[in-house]
């Protein structure tokens, strides 16, 4: 159903944003590759999208931390697609640290690469997406827009911003065929969160999986992560015609972490 669209996946070299591109691709979408990988890992991706889902495909390793990398990126869709129907804002960086500590540059790095290459990349796409009257605009928020945790003050400020920026974009777009909403994770098994269970196994001397499932439970009352497919799912289910009339919603899945 998605034959001859094009979507820009940022972060998508992996976890949430790979699985997304897989299931966008599954669907006849031609996809944008995008990450920080070195340019052959990144064309060997880039090929076996090509190969396995018979779409044109494209790889980026633009720091979406530099706003000149994102402008290359875009003359990049243009030359090769000349159209983009839809952009999944997936990548993103963690850092955790108590406010006091927290450096300066990391603060600004996350706040740029986590928020404001979102606003940037969205408004390098709607005028794209006006000339075929519709787009899909997906930010891969977190529980974190919605809720604080403790030392992921920039992260938190980031991804509550996200939420918000969507908000709006979406009150501006109503009507014209572009949707646009945001999904937010609890714990999903990628290499994101490995840091963070890494030093709870250090610290309580456990060993990596029993130090997962304390990460996860601390959290969440379903003790399973959620995994990247099944957030790339609700990616497809959001370009699809029945998510037509959904834009402006924060989308929780979770594990009942903000049931609380
Ligand atoms: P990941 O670390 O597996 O992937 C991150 C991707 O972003 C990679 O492709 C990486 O190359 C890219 N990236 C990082 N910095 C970049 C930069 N400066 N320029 C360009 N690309 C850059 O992470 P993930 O867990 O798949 O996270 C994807 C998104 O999901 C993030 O926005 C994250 O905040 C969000 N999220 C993750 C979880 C989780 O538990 N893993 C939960 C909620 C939300």
């Avoid at 804002?89 to 963690?94: F, Y």
């Avoid at 646009?180 to 994101?192: D, R």
């Amino acid at each position: 159903p998605l034959t001859g669209k094009v979507a820009l996946v940022t972060g998508s070299t992996s976890g949430i944003g790979l699985a997304s591109a897989h299931k966008l691709a599954q669907q006849g979408c031609n996809v944008i590759i995008h990450g920080l990988v070195d340019q052959a890992q990144g064309k060997e991706l880039q090929g076996l999208f090509e190969r396995t889902y018979e779409i044109k495909s494209a790889f980026s390793d633009a720091n979406l931390a530099e706003v000149k990398e994102i402008d290359q990126l875009f003359s990049v869709i243009q030359a090769k697609f000349g159209r983009l129907d839809i952009v999944v804002n997936n990548a993103g960086v963690q850092y955790t640290e108590t406010t006091e500590k927290f450096p300066l540059e990391r603060w600004q790095m996350i706040i740029n690469i986590n928020l404001t290459a979102a606003f940037y990349i969205t408004q390098k796409a709607l005028p794209l997406m006006h000339e075929n009257n519709w787009g899909r605009i997906i930010n891969i928020a977190s529980v974190h827009g919605l809720v604080g945790s403790v030392n992921k003050s920039a992260y938190v400020a980031a991804k509550h911003g996200l939420v918000g920026f969507t908000k709006v974009v979406a009150m501006e777009q109503a009507n014209r065929g572009v949707t646009v909403n945001a999904i937010c994770p609890g714990w999903v098994e990628t290499p994101l969160i490995n840091d963070q269970i890494d030093a709870i196994a250090k610290h309580q001397s456990l060993s990596f999986d029993d130090a997962k499932k304390q990460l996860v439970t601390a959290k969440q009352p379903l003790e399973n992560m959620t995994s990247p497919d099944q957030i790339g799912d609700l990616v497809s289910f959001l370009c699809s015609d029945s998510a037509s009339t959904m834009t402006g919603s924060a989308l929780t899945i979770d594990g009942g972490w903000t049931a609380q």
